[in-house]
């Protein structure tokens, strides 16, 4: 369900999967020491970008996301208390 789980990268600085894709076609962010030296970047045409977004979009579980046994347990409006 990658496609439902915006934003991305473990800071949440990344907002779309586009996004992902350039910051790693870039090879990452600022390098430093820390880079890890296997993230060199790479180049992708339109219609390569669009078919790994397309692929990680096909990931998504319909079924487990309209299950309704798995909805938020929390509602998103408060609740009214009951009228006696």
Known sequence: NVALTAPYMHDGS???LSDVLDHYA???RAKSFRTDP???GFTLSDQERA???AFLQSLTDQEFITNPKYKNPWPT???QPAVP
Do not use: Q, S, Y
């Open 51 to 53: 078919d790994v977004i």
């Open 26 to 28: 870039k090879g990452g």
């Open 77 to 79: 409006e408060p609740v």
């Open 38 to 40: 296997l993230l060199i």
């Open 14 to 16: 990344i907002a779309t």
